[in-house]
């Protein structure tokens, strides 16, 4: 797909300075002062999901496909159910987590809920931006409407999460980043986006192509990743809390088929010049 290669191409135009400029990622924290050219590449990567979807529907899919790309982003009208998922999901779940780490003895946060900082409340506002818009436009956005009418939501979602954690490692090969990442981390990113990219293709098709409502819940874990705190020795991208995305996507297979994840019998069609159409939904 042209969106990917425009996706990995912009990534990496935004690593380049990190190499130029040889910053350590693993050293960088709130208060560390970085050129402003590699700052700019910091951020155009965490846009590019987003950057390569607009770049490739401004360009290839006229007339309009800038304005139809953007257009489920306000589709707000779903059932309030959709917001408390959206956004209480992670954070319950990651409680969830801590209880089965409480259960089997395995080390606890010091507290079950933080508030955090003013510094790490700037940090969260931009990353909450970056990660909702900046990325949902281009993985649910554009990415899963297209591959699941010829593959079906289940392995679009897929074959959209092998992407985004593909993506979503490119600290790896910045300077640094090999010395602080092992082959476990690497597995459990792809276990984990993969299967939270099922249950945001559910969200997403449940709702009526409501792109609003996954970027709320993306936006949600990551405000859960702050609220609800791990152990030090622990990330919210351990083995009990991918287990539980990956057994919450196995339920919503299950449970709603894997041909559109949704019992609902309208499901996004992107490509159409209607937003949505009809058929039979199965398996």
Do not use: C
């Amino acid at each position: 797909m042209v969106w990917v290669l425009a996706l990995f191409a912009i990534t990496a135009l935004g690593v380049l300075p990190l190499f130029f400029y040889r910053l350590d990622l693993s050293k960088l924290t709130f208060s560390s002062s970085i050129p402003v050219v590699a700052g700019i590449g910091i951020e155009l990567t965490a846009y590019a999901p987003t950057l390569a979807a607009l770049m490739v529907a401004g360009f290839m899919l006229r007339p309009h496909g800038i304005r139809k790309l953007l257009r489920p982003v306000i589709r707000w009208r779903v059932g309030i159910q959709w917001y408390l998922i959206a956004f209480a999901g992670p954070s319950i779940l990651f409680v969830v987590a801590d209880l089965i780490r409480l259960a089997v003895g395995a080390p606890l946060p010091t507290s079950w809920f933080a508030i955090p900082s003013a510094g790490a409340a700037a940090f969260l506002a931009g990353a909450l931006i970056a990660g909702s818009f900046g990325e949902e436009v281009g993985w649910r956005g554009f990415g899963q409407p297209r591959l699941q009418l010829q593959y079906g939501a289940f392995w679009a979602a897929v074959m959209v999460g092998f992407v985004w954690s593909v993506w979503h490692l490119w600290p790896v090969v910045a300077p640094g980043g090999i010395d602080t990442t092992n082959w476990s981390d690497i597995g459990l990113t792809f276990l984990r986006l993969i299967s939270m990219s099922i249950v945001y293709a559910w969200l997403y098709n449940s709702t009526r192509g409501s792109l609003l409502i996954v970027m709320l819940a993306h936006a949600g874990h990551n405000i859960a990743v702050r609220m609800v705190p791990a152990a030090d020795s622990v990330t919210h991208g351990d083995l009990v809390v991918a287990s539980l995305y990956a057994a919450a996507a196995a339920a919503i297979v299950i449970g709603a088929g894997g041909r559109w994840l949704t019992r609902r019998r309208v499901f996004p069609d992107s490509r159409s010049p209607q937003p949505l159409i009809t058929t039979h939904v199965g398996t």
